[in-house]
């Protein structure tokens, strides 16, 4: 058996929802923030879905996690939006890198707002399963700017960007986000 074939790679996908009307959370399992939003689908006014890309940092984190006895950091916390475009331009930014351990330009890190399990069909449960579905989300006043860039973070990070271990990485055509508008980004990871 190849190496390559001995170890699967953990996907990985990005739903990003702008929209006007607040979303309704629903409680899934244990409690805290185990659950999932539903938008308002009559007030969505742009959408976007793409896969993003799992950075060579991320086997670390888990590898870090895995240890016996450890009682290091913590898993996924936080959801950075950023505005760097690198060598590119607003609307084909630099293409991200598996190197990448850090977002170009940091606008706003945010805690994740919520997460769930999904089931083999893709729909929320309180079971332990092996997709893992985290939702952050931006009120009007927040994260307003030209986003081009977008990466999730756990270990050791903390709300201050440049802590901790960056697990995925996602650049994007600009996504102008004004002042009037809320910002919903679910990410959903596949181990």
């Known amino acids: 058996m190849q190496n390559s074939e001995m170890y699967k790679t953990p996907t990985g996908c990005i739903d990003m929802y702008e929209h006007s009307g607040e979303p309704v959370f629903v409680q899934v399992g244990k409690g805290g923030k185990q659950g999932y939003f539903i938008l ?4 969505i006014s742009r959408e976007m879905h793409v896969k993003n890309l799992i950075v060579s940092k991320a086997s670390i984190l888990m590898a870090k996690r895995m240890v016996p006895g450890t009682s290091w950091g913590a898993g996924i916390g936080y959801l950075e939006l950023g505005t760097g475009i690198g060598t590119g331009t607003l609307q084909a930014p630099q293409v991200e890198s598996s190197a990448q351990v850090a977002l170009r330009v940091s606008l706003l890190r945010k805690a994740i707002t919520s997460w769930t399990y999904l089931d083999g069909s ?11 579905q ?14 081009v860039e977008m990466g999730l973070f756990g270990g050791d990070a903390t709300i201050t960007a440049g802590t901790g271990y ?3 990485y996602k650049t994007f055509p600009v996504w102008n986000k004004d002042g009037t508008m809320r910002l919903t980004i679910v990410w959903k990871l596949t181990f």
């Open 40 to 43: 308002p689908k009559d007030e």
């Open 122 to 132: 893709g729909n929320p449960t309180g079971s332990e399963t092996h997709v893992v």
């Open 134 to 147: 985290y939702t952050t989300l931006f009120t009007e006043a927040e994260a307003v700017g030209a986003l």
């Open 166 to 168: 960056m697990f995925n």
